[in-house]
């Protein structure tokens, strides 16, 4: 059967860059510490005043579709995932789609659009989508763009304020894909949680310490039904692992107990039982809360194994690289967490075709989802035309003040009048309001 997957990806950062042990963190009166090792993050990116979801979106898209020398005819869906829509009726995907068309000779008129959401977990159901609407053979040839875009912004002075960021992950899903294909079985961790919520609301409600526990029980339960549907977790099969990224000290912790599930019954655990000890087993103990605190001093003494450091630092921290100096993206954190891996892997010279990635995706409310992809031969010219390394590095870097303005802009319930910090340059822009309180777009040269 023809495989089908990533067949090229681009991404689109927020053009402002917040400094979080420079900036943010004496202004908050905080040890930058607190951002760099407790949160594992350096830096945020922002939108300027005429950014958002929808130009990140479509700007991703352009680049991706200039690159790989398409036309709206060959476009059979947009399916845009986002948890930061402002309109509850019309769909990101069309604003997209008409930026795409002041700029293409044709149109998009033919292509299914739609808007997913689930929180951050929507951007791999959107891909979940395209990849069930090529196997189905309804594309008639066609392929599909995925797009992932947030404006991930807290109300100010909330404990999620540092993890801020923004940006837009675009991704074209077809048959014989150049970059992953993407495996059939899935693993599901789902359950009806309040951790993170807008209930009518512009910025989230969060329960920080509840939303990590739910993380790490979803995963848990996604690896589990992955195994169920025949995926084998054994961890030595995975070149790189990208974990949905609010922050990379959440990876931290669920890349532990992800090994130590993985282990599990397997030689390496064999291996590791002169060091450590054997596992915790259930039935070994009077009491649940007994084994439970035999598994958490086993879980600490297994992070501390050269074993455990060796894997993590191959596997999943090279992920780990664009989401620490961008921020939380929302839908677009496993994306940009899978591109930052294979980056990485390009630059340290890993022969990684034919190799898998384990794909570890979860949104708030709450899901996880687990499934294998297998990186392509064409990976590496795919992954070379990344420039999100120079997107970082000429962010403009901002002052505390213009972060307090630059945070009105886009709060939908703060009236300002603020100028742009950059300039645009071949790229859409937000030109203001229509008739209908519609957004309205248009492309700067």
Known sequence: MTEVGIDGIEIWAGKLELDLAEVFAPAQGDDPGKYTKGLGLYSSSLPDVYEDIVTMAANASKRLLERKGLEPDDIGRIDVATESSFDKSKPISTYVAGCLEQIYEGDFHHANKGERKFAC?????????????????????????????????????????????????????????????????????????????????????????????????????????????????????????????????????????????????????????????????????????????????????????????????????PTLAISEQVGNWYTGSVHIARAAGLAEALKE?????GRQLLVASYGSGAQAEIHAETVQPNWKDEVSQLDIDEQIENREVITFEEYEAIHDVHNHDAETDMEPLTTPDNEFVFDGWGRMGERKYTYVE
């Open 349 to 353: 010279g890993r022969e990684i075709e």
């Open 121 to 317: 977990v929507s951007g791999t159901q959107a891909l979940d989508d395209a990849y069930n609407w090529i196997r189905a053979g309804r594309n008639r040839g066609r392929k599909a763009l995925v797009i992932a875009t947030d404006t991930a912004l807290y109300a100010r002075d909330d404990p999620g304020e540092a993890t801020q960021g923004a940006g837009a992950v675009a991704m074209l899903i077809d048959e014989n894909p150049d970059v992953t294909a993407l495996g059939d079985a899935q693993g599901f961790g789902s359950a009806d949680e309040t951790d993170f919520l807008k209930p009518n609301q512009q910025f989230p409600s969060v329960d920080g310490k509840r939303s990590m526990q739910v993380y790490l029980a979803r995963m848990r339960e996604a690896m589990m039904d992955f195994e169920r549907a025949g995926g084998d977790t054994h961890p030595d099969n995975f070149a790189l692992i990208p974990f949905h990224t609010p922050f990379p000290g959440m990876v931290r912790k669920a890349a532990v107990l992800g090994y130590r599930h993985c282990i599990r019954g397997t030689e390496i655990e064999d291996e590791l039982a002169d060091q450590i000890g054997r596992q915790p087993r259930p039935e070994a103990f009077d009491g649940e809360d007994e084994y439970l605190e035999a598994v958490k001093e086993y879980t600490e003494a297994l992070g501390e194994t050269q074993e455990y450091s060796d894997w993590y630092d191959l596997t999943v921290k």
